[in-house]
């Protein structure tokens, strides 16, 4: 089976050879790279195998031939007629700023064009000839100059010339649809490949032109039929070639393929294996010029813009404040962008609560995922702002269970971030006082609120004696007390501190805290000390076990200070009474009269009178009898007494005006 297809394989070829071998009366070229052409004059045979018939830029003529003559009738006599024959060749004409001259196929006695003409006359004909039936010249002509003395009809035309310029006759290049029979116009200096034809058939001496664009299937109604006896034109032996002239135009005529047949078709050209035709050329130019490059330009502004939009905003939104004096703190120092994405831009969403200075963010570090709380503050003034990092960064050295740590800080245009580690379970004030009555306030219970006490107690007593300095927190109250995930206290806002070195006096210039807990002392010295610390926390265990803000904001209240009030019930003897009442009675009333008592001890108004942090310690773990807050300083209470009764509230008077409202002046402005 195989082998008889091998067989019939093996026949094909040698058929095929034998045609080939017989074949003078048969070529095809499929691009002209090596292949047996003659070209004369100004035209070329390009790298990749064009026929270039027009190089250069003076008016000369360019011809290309198949070398040797065909045979193309019988007898040497002139008696027998021209055989049939085909002829098939794609080309493309090029034009610039002018129009080319045009092209001429021809069937010549001779490859002798020297006394031919070039531009108009193709560099076929000539003026001195013109018409002679001695030149034995056919020819088609594919003209794109409009000519009125050699009698052309358009700009675009194609004509069978025989040994003439004239045409004998000729039409605007195009074809005739297949399908709809309408005729298509084809732009002969378009640039682009065009396949002609011509089949003259010897019985009716009828000659075909056809032309299409390439790649189309030839048209079955040719271009120009037109009857003419070739006989008395064709000589026996003749030369097949090309020809064209240069104008100064600089155009280009080019053949890609070129196949003849002597009585029968021509072979058909591959048209996928033609070389492809140069990219420059006014056509394609255009294109690229027209169309391609002010998109691609736009596209290139447009592209050039968006990107210098989007890093200039880029810019400005991650833009940082930064100085050299903070590159030792740079460990410490938080890159803003870091923040933004933490906080997904600081949306609201994130947003943990608004204090005094600012906003709280929550937020998530983008690499180590860890969770934060971003404190925003605005600050306009830069002075003291280097101190103020300083102690900030010192601060963040601070570690102890019951603090809430610093993790860092960033500086931008008017705003300062202070970063700490994030408290699940938020601040404590939210616990104590029934905000929103329609939700279910979660309630702390008598065991927890004691180990808040203490753990708050243990933080304090860190910062006024268990570091390297003394760190008076400052702002010790119910919302600066923020609960972990196991409900751990720990205090937080560290960035009201005040720092100074142990055995300097310390001074200070203005007030730092809240309102109901600021030491009577503070409006008149000024002076602050770790027993303010003290005070402070004294009206925080007050607020712990009997549930309720420093200050009532019911103004008609007989007495709107808890602390009056617990000291009232301390005198009546029924202290106990105060415990919060959300407890319903589930407390130990040890522990609780010993808080109540603490509270009492150290929210003193004189300071002398208040225990120090290690030996509120001490109470709490009951290492040591708590004392009296009353009986041993009954004359200081006395006396306190007759102040009031003179119109002088220390606790009224315990904060100057200028902190009256809600927010104490912050630590940044030091040093006016
Ligand atoms: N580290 C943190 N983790 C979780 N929540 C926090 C954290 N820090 C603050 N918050 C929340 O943000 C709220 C606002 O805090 P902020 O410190 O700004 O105000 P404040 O404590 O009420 O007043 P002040 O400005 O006097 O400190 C707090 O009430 C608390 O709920
Ligand atoms: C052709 O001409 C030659 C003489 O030139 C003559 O001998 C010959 O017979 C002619 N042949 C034909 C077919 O006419
Ligand atoms: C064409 O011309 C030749 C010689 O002139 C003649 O022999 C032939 O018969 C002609 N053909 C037709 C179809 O008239
Ligand atoms: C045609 O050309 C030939 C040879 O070139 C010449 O002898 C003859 O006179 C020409 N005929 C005419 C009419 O010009
Ligand atoms: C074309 O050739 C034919 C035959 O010789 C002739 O009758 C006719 O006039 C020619 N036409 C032109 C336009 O030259
Ligand atoms: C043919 O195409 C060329 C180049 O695009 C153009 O300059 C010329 O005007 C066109 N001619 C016709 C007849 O459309
Ligand atoms: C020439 O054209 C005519 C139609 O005008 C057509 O019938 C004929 O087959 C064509 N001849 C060849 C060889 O294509
Ligand atoms: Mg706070």
Not at 335 to 345: C, I, R, S
Request: charged share 20%; net charge neutral; glycine share 8%.
């Amino acid at each position: 089976m195989s082998v008889l297809l091998l067989n019939l394989l093996f026949v094909t070829i040698v058929l095929n050879l034998a045609a080939m071998a017989a074949g003078e009366d048969e070529f095809v070229f499929t691009g002209f790279k090596g292949a047996n052409i003659m070209v004369d004059g100004v035209a070329t045979v390009t790298g990749n195998g064009l026929v270039d018939l027009s190089v250069g830029q003076e008016t000369l003529k360019g011809h290309a031939f198949y070398p040797s003559p065909l045979r193309f009738r019988e007898s040497p006599n002139g008696t027998a007629s021209v055989k049939s024959f085909s002829v098939s060749f794609v080309f493309a004409i090029y034009p610039n700023y002018r129009p080319s001259q045009g092209m001429a196929f021809f069937i010549a006695k001779s490859m002798d064009f020297s006394s031919a003409l070039p531009t108009q006359w193709f560099g076929v004909f000539n003026s001195a000839n013109e018409g002679n039936s001695s030149n034995h010249i056919f020819a088609v002509e594919l003209d794109t100059v409009n000519n009125r003395d050699l009698k052309d009809i358009d700009a675009n035309h194609v004509g069978i010339n025989i040994n003439s310029i004239v045409s004998n006759k000729s039409n605007t290049a195009g074809f005739y649809d297949d399908k709809t029979g309408f005729f298509n116009t084809l732009n002969l200096t378009g640039g682009e490949g065009l396949q002609l034809w011509i089949d003259y058939e010897r019985e009716l001496t009828r000659i075909n032109v056809t032309v299409s664009p390439v790649g189309m299937t030839k048209p079955s109604r040719p271009l120009i039929s037109d009857i003419y006896n070739l006989s008395t034109v064709i000589t026996e032996d003749a030369y097949l070639g090309f020809g064209s002239s240069a104008g100064r135009d600089d155009s280009r005529h080019y053949i890609l393929g070129w196949s003849f047949g002597m009585n029968g078709p021509a072979p058909a050209i591959d048209i996928r294996k033609l070389p492809r035709l140069p990219r420059f050329g006014p056509k394609p130019r255009s294109k690229v010029l027209e169309i391609v490059l002010p998109l691609a330009t736009a596209a290139f502004v447009l592209t050039v813009g968006i990107t210098i939009f989007l890093l200039v905003r880029r810019h400005q939104r991650y833009a940082e404040l930064r100085e050299d004096w903070e590159v030792e703190f740079g460990p410490h120092r938080f890159p803003y962008k870091d923040l933004y994405y933490a906080t997904q831009g600081f949306k609201n969403k994130n947003l943990l609560g608004v204090g005094g200075f600012g906003r709280v963010y929550k937020g998530v570090l983008p690499k180590s995922k860890l969770e934060i709380a971003v404190k925003r503050v605005s600050h306009e003034s830069k002075q003291g702002m280097k101190e103020f990092i300083a102690e900030v960064v010192s601060i963040g050295r601070l570690q102890h269970r019951n603090l809430v740590q610093l993790l860092g800080y960033c500086r931008r245009r008017g705003q300062l971030f202070l970063v700490y580690e994030y408290m699940p379970n938020g601040s404590l004030d939210k616990y104590l006082y029934h905000q929103d009555h329609n939700k279910p306030q979660p309630n702390l219970n008598w065991a927890q609120r004691f180990k808040i006490i203490r753990g708050i107690a243990a933080g304090l007593l860190y910062l006024h004696e268990e570091w390297e300095k003394i760190v008076i927190h400052r702002d010790v109250k119910a919302s600066n007390v923020l609960l972990d995930a196991e409900m751990n206290a720990r205090l937080g806002d560290f960035g009201l501190a005040r720092l100074y070195d142990h055995g300097v006096d310390p001074q200070s210039t203005h007030v730092v805290g809240t309102i109901g807990y600021l030491a009577p002392e503070l409006a008149c010295t000024g002076k602050v000390t770790p027993l303010t610390d003290v005070f402070a926390f004294g009206i925080f265990i007050l607020e712990v076990v009997c549930g309720q803000r420093p200050i009532k904001q019911d103004t008609r209240e007989e007495h709107p200070m808890l602390v009056d009030r617990v000291l009232e019930h301390w005198h009546n003897g029924s202290v106990i009474d105060t415990v919060d009442t959300k407890l319903h009675g589930d407390y130990d009333v040890n522990e609780a009269y010993l808080a109540l008592k603490l509270g009492l001890l150290c929210s003193h108004p004189f300071m002398d009178a208040r225990p120090t942090m290690r030996q509120v310690m001490q109470y709490l773990d009951g290492d040591r009898t708590t004392p009296e807050p009353l009986s041993p300083m009954d004359t200081n209470f006395e006396m306190l007494a007759a102040m009031q009764n003179e119109g002088f509230d220390p606790y009224i008077m315990s904060y100057p005006s200028s902190t009256a409202s809600h927010g104490p002046a912050f630590i940044v402005s030091s040093g006016r």
